[in-house]
């Protein structure tokens, strides 16, 4: 079992955010989520982003670099990064016959 480091009081952090601290050299999120600590690591597994800087999203904390968002619970991916959306490009071919 891990060892607990205290970083925060829950009156620290307000209800629905986030906090970075560094702890033995390791960046960790840490975000109140109806008034409970949820300490996760500060590297979102898609590009790396921040997600001390991301917000609370009901029991996710969100990227804020793509939206990728991670269950403060378990850690787990609970939704893909956002894409924008590919813009149309149209091409006009001209079909021959033969015959």
Known sequence: MADFVRVA???DIPAGEVRTFTIDGTSVAVANVGGQLFALADLC???GGPLGEGEVVGDT???PR???R???R???VRALPRSSRSRLTRSK???TTCG
């Open 74 to 76: 378990t850690g787990r």
């Open 70 to 72: 991670f269950d403060v």
């Open 61 to 63: 904390v969100e990227c």
């Open 45 to 47: 597994t898609h590009d």
């Open 66 to 68: 793509h939206g990728a």
């Open 93 to 95: 071919s001209k079909a």
């Open 9 to 11: 009081a829950v009156a």
